[in-house]
């Protein structure tokens, strides 16, 4: 792995069933992910996707690319830039910017695949030293 | 049975606790996340566990419509096999701040597993409307 390597990608589609999925899933049926109309009077213009669905996908793409060193020494910080609505057509991204030692450091998020517009980004710090087991 | 308030800006402190809560994560909700992922991997999904890692704070608030989740920082610290289902979790109110108008809260939960070693902190900001 090296500096500009490209995680394998994750695609998926936002769709109100699938965030009406995840809001029985988690428990948060916060109406702005599942009321139209109330959504629509705080300013949304609409319900979004719970943030915890793209950082799902993010944590599966960085498990995928990392198994056990990403369960076992990670750490990532992302932040929800611009909402998931239904109907986007969305991926995940990861490069890797810079190795360090034993350490790499990726520049992960989400972004609709129509035009590339981030909706989430951040960054990630996997050890690859490191594989923690308690024994 | 002590009933939960509504979480709201005004009356979170800095510094309070979010005492800790035991809780098992049920095999049904391994499967049922796997569905929605379309995640094949083995072991318990990190994402799993840092969902249920919430409890410390919904058993204590309810989350006030029109709550915002503004940014997410995960620190994992130790593989989970699939059997190991039993957890410990607590938090604190790390901060909170106005900026340009919004209220934001920022909470750090930390998670153990049965032996008391550390699986996961997690850091998290909300928006919270009032």
């Known amino acids: ?135 | 049975m002590s009933e939960k308030k509504m979480m709201k800006f005004s009356e979170l402190k800095e510094g309070e606790i979010l005492p800790p809560v035991s809780y098992e994560i049920p095999e049904e909700k391994i499967e049922e996340y796997k569905r929605l992922f379309d995640d094949s991997s083995r072991g318990l999904p990190p994402f799993v566990c840092c969902l249920y890692a919430m409890k410390c704070l919904l058993e204590k608030y309810s989350i006030q419509p029109g709550t915002i989740h503004a940014f997410q920082e995960v620190e994992l610290r130790k593989e989970i096999p699939l059997e190991e289902r039993f957890f410990k979790s607590y938090g604190v109110v790390k901060e909170k701040f106005n900026k340009r108008g919004k209220n934001y809260v920022l909470f750090e939960i930390t998670t153990e597993d049965l032996r008391g070693n550390i699986v996961h902190k997690i850091r998290f900001g909300f928006v919270v409307p009032e």
């Open chain 1, 1 to 135: 792995m090296k500096p500009g390597d490209k995680l394998k990608e994750i695609r998926f589609k936002i769709t109100q069933e699938k965030i009406n999925q995840f809001a029985e899933f988690s428990g948060d049926f916060n109406p702005i992910h599942v009321d139209e109309e109330f959504a629509k009077i705080v300013g949304l213009g609409g319900t979004i996707a719970h943030g915890a669905i793209g950082m799902a996908y993010i944590m599966k793409m960085l498990h995928t690319e990392f198994g056990k060193k990403f369960c076992g020494g990670s750490r990532f910080i992302i932040k929800f830039i611009s909402p998931m609505r239904p109907d986007f057509e969305l991926k995940t991204f990861g490069e890797v910017k810079e190795i360090s030692g034993s350490s790499i450091y990726l520049s992960i998020g989400v972004e609709k695949i129509e035009d590339g517009a981030k909706l989430i980004v951040g960054e990630a710090l996997i050890e690859m030293g490191a594989h923690s087991s308690d024994g």
